[in-house]
Antibody
Framework: EVQLVESGGGLVQPGRSLTLSCTASGFTFGDSAMSWVRQAPGEGLEWVGFIRSKTYSGTADYAASVKGRFTISRDDSKSIAYLQMNSLKAEDTAVYYCSKVIRTWGKYYFETWGQGTLVTVSS | DIQMTQSPSSLSASVGDRVTITCRASQGISNYLAWFQQKPGRAPKSLIYAASSLQSGVPSRFSGSGSGTDFTLTISSLQPEDFATYYC?????????FGQGTKVEIK
């Protein structure tokens, strides 16, 4: 069974940094792309970014709202995807979900989601 | 960015009703369209990818259709566990975007 468990959320002051982890099990992590999606309180879903598997370059793409501040990385030996968040703003307050992403015909789509971790940016 | 617009924003329906939700893309996205279900306080659940393909384990009362710019999610016979918010999402380019959501409530 595919399982994704996010961790690392909490209260952080504006301008500070925080790193989230997504620990995966039940599938060959190194073969999969992974993505992060967030949801501000009472709002809809917002894609944050995703990272390809090393077979397909291992590079990442980001939403404009976080590009330059957030970095997605992966440790295939530990089956963990990371979301490093720098220069945090109040508007980054959200539940952050990681997702296993399926690649088919050069396109990627979401499959399984973690339960999410709450990040609150406030002084 | 490709904008995704869902309609309606909310609807009220009864158990057993046929429910249809529409999603429109601001430009053509072929069939690179997914649908998700989210219940309050819970993570999203993937329902459909490639506009009409059901994810594993999703009941057959859910179906999707469309191509290009106009898509629909249909629930053929609404069940109590289907009351939730539904989102569409395009993955045609690498700036993935979601619709604003459609809340399905009990009438």
């Amino acid at each position: 069974e595919v399982q994704l468990v996010e961790s690392g959320g909490g209260l952080v002051q504006p301008g500070r940094s925080l790193t989230l982890s997504c620990t995966a099990s039940g599938f060959t992590f190194g073969d999969s792309a992974m993505s992060w999606v967030r949801q501000a309180p009472g709002e809809g879903l917002e894609w944050v970014g995703f990272i390809r598997s090393k077979t397909y370059s291992g590079t990442a793409d980001y939403a404009a709202s976080v590009k330059g501040r957030f970095t997605i990385s992966r440790d295939d030996s530990k089956s963990i995807a990371y979301l490093q968040m720098n220069s945090l703003k109040a508007e980054d307050t959200a539940v952050y979900y990681c997702s296993k992403v399926i690649r088919t015909w050069g396109k990627y789509y979401f499959e399984t989601w973690g339960q999410g971790t709450l990040v609150t940016v406030s002084s | 960015d490709i904008q995704m617009t869902q309609s309606p924003s909310s609807l009220s329906a009864s158990v057993g009703d046929r429910v249809t939700i529409t999603c429109r893309a601001s430009q053509g996205i072929s069939n690179y369209l997914a649908w998700f279900q989210q219940k309050p306080g819970r993570a999203p659940k993937s329902l459909i990818y490639a506009a009409s393909s059901l994810q594993s384990g999703v009941p057959s009362r859910f179906s999707g259709s469309g191509s290009g710019t106009d898509f629909t999610l249909t629930i053929s016979s609404l069940q109590p566990e289907d009351f939730a918010t539904y989102y569409c999402q395009q993955y045609s380019d690498y700036l993935w975007t979601f619709g604003q959501g459609t809340k399905v409530e009990i009438k």
